[in-house]
């Protein structure tokens, strides 16, 4: 179905250029999407999600293809968007509500002045990513709980994903990173990121042909100096001298060898012994735990 009509589409692909390139592109998120849905088991039919919306490319995108996919038969689940409004100076508020209630999207708007509490909290020179995210998140959840969502979902994408590896790898000292599918702490929330394969290039250049009216963000985003722009720095330039080498690393996180790496909590170091069996088993990456 995708293949065959492109040209009837959602209301929220209305004004779409109708070029070949905006058409594959298109095609390519969507499918991309719809790949990691499928592979990392997103869907429970007849469940509700709460899609999160802050105003950026990546969440519009996020909005725009669930909604296709829905539109299409092909996402079983109900859709209620989602829009935090964290009390940010010169936030445009009205921006997001008219833009929903003009795609016809079910939406919900929360104001919570968490802008203030992270300004107070946040020593200076420090940077405000991990509280004013952690106090989104429990929001969210509030949210979802009180709008009978059984997920919440969020719009990071591949080269998030591969940026927060890294600042893991050089700060943090851990191989880890944002995973497609995880379950609150609470256990009573699934947290999904349907965008996990798709470039945040593809998302930029989807949301501006869409013309979605772009939200920056005056809090985190206006800080210099942080770790993961410095990370996304690096990974531009690997990419520029290696064209493609983002979705090789990409790749690696999905073929991962526990016997290749050196955390004996994942592979029994201490029991291998010589023989065809535990050569066998190396061979496989089929990893014995104590």
């Known amino acids: 179905m995708l293949d065959d009509d492109l040209d009837d589409i959602h209301p929220l692909f209305a004004g779409a250029p109708s070029t070949t390139e905006f058409k594959k592109l298109r095609k390519r998120i969507v499918r991309q999407t719809r790949e990691a849905i499928e592979q990392y088991g997103m869907i429970e039919r007849g469940t509700r999600w709460l899609v999160c919306l802050s105003g950026g490319k990546d969440?519009?995108?996020?909005?725009?293809?669930?909604?296709?996919?829905?539109?299409?038969?092909?996402?079983?689940?109900?859709?209620?968007?989602?829009?935090?409004?964290?009390?940010?100076?010169?936030?445009?508020?009205?921006?997001?509500?008219?833009?929903?209630?003009?795609?016809?999207?079910?939406?919900?708007?929360?104001?919570?002045?968490?802008?203030?509490?992270?300004?107070?909290?946040?020593?200076?020179?420090?940077t405000y990513c991990a509280l004013c995210s952690r106090l989104r998140r429990g929001n969210l959840y509030r949210i979802a709980r009180e709008e009978g969502c059984s997920a919440v979902v969020l719009g990071h994408h591949r080269d998030d994903i591969l940026e927060t590896f890294f600042m893991n790898l050089f700060h943090g000292g851990r191989l880890a990173t944002m995973p497609p599918k995880l379950v609150n702490e609470e256990g009573d929330l699934f947290v999904y990121r349907p965008l996990a394969h798709v470039a945040e290039a593809d998302c930029e250049k989807?949301?501006?042909?869409?013309?979605?009216?772009?939200?920056?963000?005056?809090?985190?985003?206006?800080?210099?100096?942080?770790?993961?722009?410095?990370?996304?720095?690096?990974?531009?330039?690997?990419?520029?001298?290696?064209?493609?080498?983002?979705?090789?690393?990409?790749?690696?996180?999905?073929?991962?060898?526990?016997?290749?790496?050196?955390?004996?909590?994942?592979f029994d170091f201490m029991g291998l012994s010589l023989g065809k069996d535990k050569i066998d088993q190396i061979s496989e990456d089929i990893p014995k735990l104590r």
């Open 206 to 266: 989807f949301a501006v042909s869409m013309n979605y009216p772009i939200i920056p963000c005056d809090l985190c985003g206006s800080q210099d100096g942080l770790q993961r722009q410095q990370v996304k720095q690096i990974l531009d330039q690997w990419e520029k001298n290696s064209p493609g080498r983002r979705q090789v690393m990409f790749r690696a996180l999905t073929n991962v060898r526990p016997s290749h790496m050196l955390d004996p909590k994942l």
């Open 59 to 126: 969440s519009y995108t996020l909005l725009a293809v669930l909604h296709e996919l829905k539109w299409r038969g092909l996402l079983p689940v109900e859709l209620m968007a989602c829009n935090l409004d964290q009390g940010q100076p010169g936030f445009p508020a009205t921006v997001l509500p008219e833009f929903l209630e003009r795609m016809g999207v079910e939406h919900r708007i929360e104001y919570q002045d968490t802008y203030s509490v992270v300004m107070d909290k946040v020593p200076q020179g420090r």
